[in-house]
């Protein structure tokens, strides 16, 4: 039999447990829900032609820019990038709609204040859209220059640093609206 301080710590214990395990039910409920309502969004006509291509173009339109300020002379055509050099196309999956979607998700489901949710997507999606940016830049110098390494720096390279970037930007937010904090004591 365990001593009376020993029970009363134990019964403190138990809602906090029961709360937290509502906490990850709900947290893991809403994710996935945000996420599921996007892929089922994204079978309607109208996201495959009309938000899907555009932001797409958007994307490429948005690169354009940034490449020729590095001094390649590009054009855009559709969601293509084309220069001198050669071209290289952004296609579904390319245009960072579904590390945003996933990112929101998160920020939805943590405990956070409404307005501490919407400072977290108004930071989080442009800062992930600018990452997007100079990914589709160093694609096509790389794709006009090393076309050999372009498959490496795509798949093996990008899309890890895109994964942890997106999972670190969620982490640094949800840091800054958690108790945590709060309950670090004063240096």
Known sequence: MKPPSAQ????????????????GAWFIAVFLGVIGAFY???????????IAPGSMRLSALSAAPFIRLL???????GTMLVSPRG?????????????????????????ATWRGR?????VG????????IVRIASLYFIATRRADWFDVAHRDLWQPIF???????????????SGARAARPAP
């Open 40 to 50: 089922v969004f994204s079978q309607f006509g109208v996201f495959q032609s009309v």
């Open 8 to 23: 009363r710590e134990a019964a403190r214990e138990a809602p906090t447990v029961a709360a937290s395990r509502r906490r």
């Open 87 to 111: 071209r290289v196309e952004v296609q579904y999956g390319c245009d960072a709609l579904e590390p945003i979607v996933y990112f929101i998700a998160a920020v939805l489901a943590f405990p």
């Open 71 to 77: 001094g390649d002379p590009v054009d855009v055509n």
């Open 163 to 177: 994964i942890a970037a997106t999972l670190a930007l969620w982490m640094a937010w949800a840091m800054l609206h």
């Open 118 to 122: 919407l400072f977290g997507i108004a």
């Open 125 to 132: 999606v442009p800062a992930l859209f600018a990452l997007n």
